[in-house]
């Protein structure tokens, strides 16, 4: 793959937000000034893909027909929508119907019996359901040979749903209730790119196993809200987007990534890091690193192609920027333009020497930083809490817990 198609594909997977973000700065000229005021911090929660509208062939020999409980406009007959409708059964499904979108209902039970015909299935949207894996039959999807795009979070969904189609792009699984991934559950999945299983309860020995590694072209793994306390053992090369936030992962092996050498993102906030390995992130193609919410003191290696870099709500005593940049090149910069280093305990503004060796930076978000008194707090009887200060804590914008 070109590297202007893995671009491409980046601007795709993690949103162009990602990428525009903070670049409004650069026309006020404040380039060596803190950022002091809160400001929203720029999360990127990975979007949904855009799809064109699915107009088929327009010369389609079979009369149109639709579910009488749902709704197949005119001017997309290819689509039948069935969400926000109360059903408890998923009606039979036309022949000619490409995307199913059946979300919002009360469905708990899934036969093979209504997908019978619909062999042309391409998107199913059975997300905001009571799915019970029990209750979902072997071979549902096992015959929908054109199927890319299975959307199933917000479910009770205990399991991965067993034989799903090798053609599957993107699977959604968030929000479900699924505690391990069996070394069969995604097998020969090779077509996968995005896989989607945050906010389930997955553990360390729940991922084990050589379950990942099969799925040759996953680039995007989302496996936040889980309970693993370990990097996930076993990805495939071709992954460029990790998430792992709202975990309790305390570490990461040195050489972790030689795994993955494509990575171009990284999430790991609100973990439990305490260190990393020095050289760690020398990675070619990181550009945005979030460790936010961690326990982390020690600097590291920052890779040239980083460009954000999230290291607030850490226990930073001071940056030494000469451990982040040990060389300056001048033919190969340093791709740095965004870091945000607030509610540490730094005791000083960043050293000068930063501007010299990430010369593309244009916001460093200082904020506030944690008082001295915290500590105090942990080795000290609780006193009296003012409560003032718990309303500042929780101040700014949606990442506002501390720990
Ligand atoms: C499948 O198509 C056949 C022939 O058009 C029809 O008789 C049958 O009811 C359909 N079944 C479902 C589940 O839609
Ligand atoms: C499918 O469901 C997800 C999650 O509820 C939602 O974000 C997405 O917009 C839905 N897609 C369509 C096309 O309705
Ligand atoms: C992690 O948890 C925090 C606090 O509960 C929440 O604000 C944030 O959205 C979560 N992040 C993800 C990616 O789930
Ligand atoms: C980072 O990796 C590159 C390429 O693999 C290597 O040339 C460079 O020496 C490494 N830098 C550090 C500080 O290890
Ligand atoms: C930064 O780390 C280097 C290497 O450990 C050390 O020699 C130097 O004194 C440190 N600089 C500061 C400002 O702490």
């Known amino acids: ?33 803190y950022e002091i005021e809160e400001e929203t911090p720029p999360q990127v929660p990975p979007p949904p893909i855009p799809q064109p509208p699915d107009y088929g062939d327009p010369y389609m020999l079979y009369p149109l027909q639709c579910a009488p409980e749902c709704f197949c406009p005119m001017s997309y007959p290819l689509a039948m ?33 209504p997908f019978a015909n619909a062999t042309s299935l391409r998107e199913i949207n059975l997300s905001h359901n009571s799915l019970k894996s029990s209750l979902v039959d072997r071979n549902v999807f096992a015959k929908l040979k054109d199927l890319l795009q299975l959307h199933l979070e917000y479910n009770e969904l205990e399991e991965v749903p067993p034989s799903l189609p090798k053609t599957l ?20 999945l090779a077509s996968i790119t995005v896989l989607d299983l945050c906010n389930n309860r997955l553990t360390d020995a729940g991922i084990k196993g050589k379950t990942l590694s ?3 072209s996953l680039m995007q793994i989302n496996i936040c809200g ?35 050498p494509q990575l171009m993102s990284l999430r790991v906030s609100h973990n439990k890091l305490r260190t990393v390995p020095y050289k760690v992130f020398n ?5 945005e690193l979030n460790l936010g919410h961690n326990q982390l003191s020690k600097t590291f290696y920052i890779p040239t ?16 920027v000469s451990l982040m940049c040990p060389s300056v090149d001048i033919t190969k910069p340093n791709l740095l333009t965004y870091i945000r280093i607030d509610n540490n305990r730094l005791k000083g503004p960043l050293d000068f020497y930063a501007y010299t060796c990430f010369p593309r930076i244009r916001v460093v978000f200082y904020g506030e930083q944690k008082k001295a008194e915290v500590i105090e707090k942990k080795t000290i009887p609780p006193r009296r809490i003012n409560p003032r200060r718990k309303l500042d804590k929780t101040r700014g914008g949606g990442d506002s817990k501390s720990d």
Not at 169 to 188: T, V, Y
Not at 226 to 235: C, H, Q, T, V
Not at 283 to 287: A, H, I
């Open 283 to 287: 990675l070619s193609s990181l550009m």
């Open 214 to 216: 099969s799925l040759k």
């Open 169 to 188: 792009q993107r699977l959604f699984l968030g929000f479900n209730k699924i505690s391990k991934l069996p070394a069969d559950a995604l097998q020969g």
């Open 1 to 33: 793959m070109g590297l202007w198609n893995r671009w491409l594909l980046f601007v795709l997977l993690v949103g162009l937000n990602v990428v525009c973000q903070d670049y409004d700065n650069e026309a006020t000229n404040e380039i060596f000034e």
């Open 81 to 113: 929508y069935c969400d926000h409708r109360k059903l408890k059964v998923v009606p039979n499904i036309p022949r000619q119907i490409r995307h199913l979108y059946i979300q919002f209902n009360d469905i708990e039970a899934l036969t093979a019996a």
């Open 305 to 320: 192609a980083l460009e954000h870099l999230y290291l607030n709500h850490n226990e930073f005593l001071d940056l030494n």
């Open 226 to 260: 889980n309970k693993l306390r370990s990097m996930p053992s076993d990805l495939p090369p071709s992954v460029l987007q990790l998430s792992l936030e709202n975990n309790s992962i305390a570490s990461i092996p040195d050489g972790y990534f030689k795994k993955t």
